[in-house]
């Protein structure tokens, strides 16, 4: 059937059967779990702002095969009696194959994929319970991974919604508040099982999927937590051993749409496998631990310079010998060319794209106007797109990270005095 990704990701997922769990069971625990000092909820993590980002990839129309169960498919008897299989085959199929037609589009050009998390990297000597359930690695262009044990940048566990749900996760600051792992409330304990996992992996993003519901989580430092030391090795990891903060948003099971077309949990609400696409993007863009993290409205700009779009957008660009090239859509979708933000790399050239007037004046910007005559671009969008405003890459880094230089001192003799920076690399201050 021909559908949109958007679409492909929305739909319905299945009904599940008849559940049946052990009774009194708890939440897994470990003492040597790193516990978060505070609890927020993640903003901004919505249908709106996923449809900023990828207005063109969501909006693609291919033919896609349907996935189908058996009745014994959906009976869930407990995480990995059943649930976990129904994420396997059900879940996990669907965006794979939604990476997939997104893999050719990204920069470094390989698979993100989703697996079972025994299929990558454990933290050394990493016992049972610091073992994720899922994790996300990368694979070439062979399809195989990178090393015998892959790297996983985005763990993610199974939970049963009868032990946890994140309605019952208090938000706030728990610093001082739990002298034990025994004194954790049930609802505490799997934020920590995440947050150790982010804290060995050295990765930002986590999730746990149950029968009810997709829990995104991120995390970082606090922001009442000390000032980073330029001396201190991986500061903002070790940071989260006693000052960390973990962030979360829930996106319902229920969401999507069903077969009929009616929208469940709402036309504007994102559903689960469409909310698993976007966090494992998210982590194959970057998922270090950093001491500040931007608002996704604002990694809009770097999120769509790590894609390549030149089949999508037109941007104009001088190639080696000074003449004009342009790039034509061919198909416009989604998305005007005010929306969108394409860049790309050709040798040691600077490209140019086209943002949003109001994007490029955020960055301090100047828009460029095209050149008339011999080499002057046109396409599709007319001589210039509404709002839009043509810019370097470039420009954009110098302007966004613009370091003054200090001015070189004269010798006497009228000869710029060599720098004695190289000797002090040791004692400069980390940035």
């Known amino acids: 059937m021909a559908q949109t990704l958007l679409d492909y990701l929305r739909q319905q997922n299945p009904t599940l059967g008849q559940i049946h769990h052990k009774s009194g069971s708890t939440n897994t625990k470990n003492s040597q779990y790193k516990v978060p000092q505070r609890v927020a909820r993640w903003e901004g993590f919505d249908s709106g702002t996923l ?76 016992t ?13 262009a062979d399809g195989k991974a990178r090393g015998s044990s892959p790297t996983n940048f985005l763990p993610g566990e199974t939970k049963y919604s009868e032990k946890w749900r994140s309605a019952w996760v208090e938000v706030g600051d728990f610093k001082h508040m739990f002298n034990s792992q025994n004194e954790l409330p049930e609802w505490f304990k799997p934020l920590a099982q995440v947050f150790t996992y982010c804290y060995h992996l050295k990765t930002r993003y986590a999730y746990i999927i149950t029968d009810e519901e997709l829990v995104l989580f991120r995390v970082g430092p606090s922001e009442d937590g000390p000032e980073p030391s330029p001396t201190t090795w991986q500061c903002e990891v070790e940071a989260l051993r006693f000052h960390g903060k973990i962030e979360f948003v829930s996106v319902p ?68 010998c000074g003449a004009s090239a342009v790039y034509t859509p061919t198909e416009r979708a989604a998305s005007d060319a005010s929306d969108i933000l394409p860049s790309f790399v050709v040798g040691q050239e600077t490209a140019q794209f086209a943002i949003p007037r109001s994007s490029a004046a955020s960055y301090g910007l100047r828009s460029r106007r095209r050149n008339a ?42 000869r710029p005095e060599r720098s004695n920076s190289g000797n002090n690399r040791g004692n400069s201050k980390k940035s």
Not at 128 to 140: S, T
Not at 258 to 279: Q, Y
């Open 51 to 126: 449809q900023k980002m990828y207005p063109i990839l969501l909006n693609r129309v291919r033919t896609r095969d349907a996935l189908g169960f058996r009745p014994v498919d959906l009976q869930v008897k407990g995480e990995n009696g059943g649930f976990s299989d129904v994420v396997y085959c059900w879940n996990r199929e669907i965006v794979v194959r939604a990476l997939e037609e997104t893999r050719e589009y990204i920069r470094h050009g390989d698979l993100v994929y989703m697996v079972r998390g025994e299929k990558a990297r454990h933290p050394q000597g990493a």
């Open 128 to 140: 049972k319970g610091f073992r994720p359930d899922w994790a996300a690695i990368l694979l070439d």
């Open 253 to 320: 099971w229920i969401n999507g749409r069903s077969e009929e077309g009616v929208e469940l949990g709402g036309p504007n609400e994102l559903s689960v496998n469409t909310a698993l696409w976007w966090i494992h993007l998210q982590a194959a863009h970057k998922n270090s631990i950093e001491w500040t993290y931007p608002s996704l409205e604002e990694e809009i700009l770097a999120i769509q310079d790590s894609f390549r779009l030149e089949d999508d957008v037109m941007f104009p660009r001088n190639d080696s």
């Open 373 to 414: 005559g011999r080499n002057q671009a046109t396409s599709s969008f007319g001589s210039d797109a509404p709002n839009t405003s043509f810019v370097s890459h470039s420009s954009i880094t110098s302007n966004k990270n613009r370091v003054k230089k200090p001015k070189a001192k004269i010798s006497k003799r009228g």
